[in-house]
């Protein structure tokens, strides 16, 4: 699995005009699932996202989790994290899991971030929709996360 992830003020995302995710302080997790990928590298890519220390104590520090602060998480999946672009100029994204293992693993992760931050401070995205992604970065702060490296 692959996260792109980025701190944010606020993040929502549309679908035909109609916001079906938001979250305010907190994480804007853009997701990949590839090939191999299971429920066991969902929770442990959750894990690592949920203690990562970006955001800011007291004293200006970057020690605090997503949990530490309360925060919250939009969750959007996005096979395009998978784009293989080493030949020609049209990326492939054959490296990207199929539509239906895709859809579940995504779907797990979602549950898992609920079950870690609690009801109403996750938002999702629709998997497989063309959606407007809107955010404020915080920061900016980004983190690049692969499974494969963890």
């Known amino acids: 699995m692959r996260a792109l992830i980025q701190r944010v003020r606020h993040a929502s995302v549309t679908v035909e005009g109609e916001v079906t995710g938001s979250c305010?302080?907190?994480l804007l997790v853009l997701l990949g699932v590839g090939h191999g990928d299971d429920?066991?590298?969902a929770d442990k890519l959750w894990d690592k996202i949920l203690g990562l220390r970006i955001f800011e104590d007291e004293a200006g520090k970057t020690n605090l989790s997503l949990?530490?602060?309360g925060g919250e998480a939009l969750i959007v999946s996005q096979f395009t994290l998978y784009?293989?672009?080493r030949r020609g100029r049209r990326p492939s994204f054959t490296?990207?899991?199929a539509p239906d293992v895709a859809s579940t693993l995504?779907?797990?992760l979602c549950e898992r971030a609920?079950?870690?931050l609690g009801a109403g401070h996750v938002g999702r995205g629709v998997f497989g929709a063309m959606m407007d992604v809107a955010l404020v970065n915080d920061g900016?702060?980004?983190i690049w996360l692969d499974t494969d490296e963890l």
Do not use: L
């Open 83 to 85: 784009a293989n672009c």
């Open 95 to 97: 490296d990207a899991a």
């Open 67 to 69: 949990a530490n602060v």
């Open 24 to 26: 305010g302080k907190g």
């Open 39 to 41: 429920e066991a590298v």
């Open 114 to 116: 609920e079950q870690s």
């Open 106 to 108: 995504y779907e797990h």
């Open 140 to 142: 900016p702060f980004t």
